[in-house]
């Protein structure tokens, strides 16, 4: 799985400067990212750890057009506005400063995962962003630049550069920015699947990026869920190496379980999670009981990734089907990072 999928495609492979197009895969963390230490260069507090998936890619496409005087952007086919906006054309400063070239550029950009539901929108968003405009200006980034770059966008896509799974190092100290970027993490075959149910694909009230903030700055159990996070990936980083789906599973779960807990005791409280998470967890229990080793993962949102052999995946997403008859199953597997398309879309 590390040599199929850990490096991405270098910028300077494909494309041509002044205009890039990339795809990128959601990711879904096992160990949770929740807090920043540093909002202005997105450098959380605990290191986290994350599967790339093999479905919902985005895909960015970037111009560059000297003499514009702004940036436009259309975001899933119609012109973005408001923060979605705001954030794009931030993340292109960053990248302009960096290249020294001040061309606005036009920017077009479709998810195929539902956007703000819990489900990774700004992690392939942010990655595939990251590549085409590094490209596009003519940086030159490796793949840890690219990760740090990626960060910038939102912490989460520093993750997707990568495909498979990938550690993403918090960084400590003066050098914090460059030591904050993600990187593969070798792991046994263990043939996993996600199985993405979505109980609701609408976009959440609260971001992450605030419900994040108000839990560092309000919840008394955050501080407690941190230490403990740095020892689950300790745990993980074994259990993945070990190749022990099961040890893996229990450990994402309390892990997640750990981080809504941080959240619920926030002021004012944030709660992601509906009675069809609900439902969904029952299930993930049931499932267990009956033999079927599958462990569940929710993210700032009220839907639930099922870990699972792949060889179970199929009927864990006929149950959960079955379980939220509104609801929709997808399985995932381990996918690629982010990459440059040629012309052709290849
Ligand atoms: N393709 C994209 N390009 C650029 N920005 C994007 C893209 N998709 C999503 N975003 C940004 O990410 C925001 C949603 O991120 P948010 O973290 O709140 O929700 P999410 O989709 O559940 O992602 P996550 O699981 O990472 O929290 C959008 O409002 C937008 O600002
Ligand atoms: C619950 C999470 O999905 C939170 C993701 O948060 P973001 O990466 O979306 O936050 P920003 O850095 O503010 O953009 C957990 C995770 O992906 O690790």
């Known amino acids: 799985m ?17 205009s890039a197009t990339a795809v990128a895969h ?5 160990i949770k990212y929740w807090g920043k230490r540093d909002e ?7 290191d986290s750890l994350s599967m790339t998936l093999d479905i919902f890619p985005t895909t960015t496409r970037i111009r560059l057009v000297p003499g514009a005087g ?30 020294g070239l001040a061309h606005r550029a036009v920017v077009e950009t479709e998810n195929t995962v ?4 819990g489900l990774a929108s700004s992690a392939s968003g942010f990655a595939a962003l990251a590549v085409a405009a590094a490209r596009a200006y003519g940086l030159d980034p490796d793949a840890t630049a690219l990760s740090r770059l990626a960060r910038r966008g939102s912490g989460s896509a520093s993750r997707s550069v990568f495909g498979g799974f990938a550690v993403w190092h918090a960084g400590t100290g003066t050098d914090a920015d460059l030591g904050s970027y993600a990187e593969p993490v070798s792991v046994a075959d263990i043939d996993p699947a996600l199985v993405i149910a979505v109980v609701n694909a609408g976009p959440k009230a609260v971001s992450s990026r605030e419900a994040m903030r108000r839990t560092v700055d309000t919840s008394p159990l955050y501080g407690s869920w941190a230490d403990s996070s740095r020892a689950d990936l300790a745990e993980m980083r074994t259990a993945l190496r070990l190749g022990d789906l099961e040890a893996v599973g229990e450990i994402a779960e309390r892990n997640a379980f750990g981080m809504h807990a941080t959240m619920l005791a926030a002021r004012p409280a944030v709660r992601y999670l509906s009675p069809a998470t609900l439902t969904v967890l029952d299930l993930v229990l049931r499932l267990r009981r009956d033999g079927v080793p599958a462990y569940a993962t929710m993210d700032a949102g009220p839907n639930v990734k099922v870990l699972c052999h792949r060889a179970d995946a199929d009927q864990v997403a006929e149950a959960v089907r079955h379980a939220v008859p ?21």
């Open 40 to 46: 202005r260069l997105v450098l959380p507090r605990t």
């Open 70 to 99: 702004n940036d436009d952007v259309t975001f899933n086919g119609v012109p973005a506005t408001g923060e979605a906006h705001r954030r794009i054309v931030a993340f292109l400063e960053l990248v302009r400063e960096r290249a």
């Open 114 to 117: 539902p956007t703000g539901a």
């Open 326 to 346: 509104d609801g929709a199953a997808y399985v995932a597997g381990p996918g690629p990072g982010a990459r440059l398309l040629d012309e052709a879309g290849r």
């Open 26 to 30: 959601p990711n879904i963390a096992l």
């Open 2 to 18: 590390r040599s199929e999928h850990a490096t991405p495609v270098r910028p300077r492979e494909q494309g041509t400067a002044g």
